[in-house]
């Protein structure tokens, strides 16, 4: 089995490339969902997470956009979470790419935004980036609810720069000339990489 590290900056249509990546039969596992399953009632973060935040914690839930715009302002707040998040997702992970080696799957991919930033990369086979022009990336992040040019200036700030992230890539996809093309793209690196990986 091979695995491949998907990352891109906020907009950039990294989940259209993972959606693409399932239809084209490889196993998809998105580090977003992990981390809300970890932190829901019940969930191996929830305690932790709760203790160090509990300003974040109502009817027995964690509000996830509260605790966000409270990492998101202050370094050593984002530092703690990190901590406490970081090394469980990466344990649902391996977890997760057990099983489905145990099952006879020949691709994998993790679909992980920070991947860079985190150091991800050495923990993979492969990596690819989805990317797209900025014009574009601000069109589809200024749709989205309660969005604002600042919020997405302050995004980019604290994300690598995309061009640093398609200069570390094995791989890239440009999402912004539609679906077909990025799926032909993604025909593409999976032929050239993966059948060669994999003999």
Do not use: Y
């Amino acid at each position: 089995m091979i695995t491949i590290g998907l990352t891109g900056g906020i907009g950039m249509g990294k989940s259209t490339i993972a959606r693409q990546c399932a239809l084209l039969g490889a196993k998809t596992l998105n580090s977003d969902d992990v981390v809300h399953r970890l932190m829901s009632p019940g969930g191996k973060a929830f305690a932790k997470v709760s203790e160090n935040f509990p300003q974040v914690v109502a009817a027995g839930k964690i509000d996830r956009k509260k605790l966000g715009e409270i990492v998101f302002a202050d370094d050593k707040k984002l530092t703690i979470l990190e901590a406490i998040l970081h090394p469980l997702v990466i344990a649902e992970e391996e977890k997760f790419a057990r099983a489905m080696k145990n099952k006879g799957a020949r691709i994998l991919v993790l679909d992980i935004p920070l991947l860079f930033e985190t150091g991800g990369e050495r923990r993979m086979d492969l990596t690819l980036v989805a990317t797209a022009p900025a014009f574009i990336q601000a069109q589809r992040v200024l749709a989205r609810p309660h969005m604002t040019r600042e919020k997405l200036a302050a995004i980019r700030a604290r994300q690598m720069p995309d061009a640093e992230k398609r200069k570390r890539a094995d791989g890239i996809v440009h999402t912004g000339l539609g679906k077909a093309a990025s799926m032909r793209m993604l025909k593409g690196f999976l032929g050239r990489w993966v059948s060669k990986s994999l003999g």
